[in-house]
């Protein structure tokens, strides 16, 4: 069980717009930590795509925007892409115990 | 181009110590800019977050492993490991050293491909 959860899967038609939730607590998100957002493609390493809630990593098109409010954060998809079919992590802090970094469990997006 | 590459054992037995090594090229670990990490995912699972540490030495590592968790720096080549001891089956994963922020819960921007270590007698 992930400190953040996310959908298992979401999916879309292509040129549709596809969101995907992460929500925490008030020991994370809620408590003003940042969160941020990697795409992983089979195989490889995840990449940085929303860092710091809302911010493009360097490279990543217009169609990734990210978002928070209270407990939770978004990724929105806009326009999808075939090549947007992959797997999605938001990632925050906690500030339990001593504190760590958390994930959450991962989105499989569909593109249908 | 900052680029990580992870090598070390890929076969462990259990009750024995996992040990890997992340190279950087292109970068220092002795920037006081940044921190650097461990994340694993087991097979067809998803992020685990081990650790970090730090150009002064500092660690922080993940509650659920720190009993077990050891992560080093190697100034003279340019390099930071991590060390699992008494490692069972759960381990099993695949490793990925990457780079991250100065701050607590700041986001990790370049990674290593990863390399899996699988946990068996």
């Known amino acids: 069980q992930s400190v953040l959860t996310q959908p298992p899967s979401v999916s879309g038609a292509p040129g549709q717009k596809v969101t995907i939730s992460c929500t925490g607590s008030?020991?994370?998100?809620?408590?003003?930590?940042?969160v941020h957002w990697y795409q992983q493609l089979p195989g490889t390493a995840p990449k940085l795509l929303i860092y710091d809630n809302d911010i493009r990593a360097a490279g990543v098109p217009a169609r990734f925007a990210g978002s928070k409010s209270g407990t939770s954060a978004s990724l929105a998809i806009t326009g999808l892409r075939a090549e947007d079919e992959t797997d999605y992590y938001c990632?925050?802090?906690?500030?339990?115990?001593?504190?760590?970094?958390?994930f959450g469990g991962g989105t499989k997006v569909t593109v249908l | 181009q900052l680029q990580l590459q992870e090598s070390g054992s890929g076969l462990v037995k259990p009750s024995q110590t996992l040990s890997l090594t992340c190279v950087v090229s292109g970068g220092s670990v002795d920037s006081g800019s940044y921190s650097w990490g461990w994340i694993r995912q087991p097979p067809g699972k998803g992020l685990e977050w081990i650790g970090y540490?730090?150009?002064?030495?500092?660690?922080h590592y993940n509650p659920s492993l720190r009993t077990r968790v050891t992560i080093s720096i190697g100034r003279s080549r340019n390099q930071f490991s991590l060390k699992l001891a008494s490692v069972t089956a759960a381990d099993t994963a695949v490793y990925f050293c990457?780079?991250?922020?100065?701050?607590?819960?700041?986001?990790?921007?370049?990674w290593g491909r990863g390399t899996l270590v699988t946990v068996a007698s």
């Open positions: 990632q925050s802090y906690d500030n339990r115990l001593s504190g760590y970094v958390v």
């Open positions: 540490i730090y150009q002064t030495g500092t660690t």
């Open positions: 990457a780079r991250g922020g100065v701050r607590r819960g700041g986001d990790f921007d370049y």
């Open positions: 008030s020991s994370n998100i809620g408590a003003g930590y940042d």
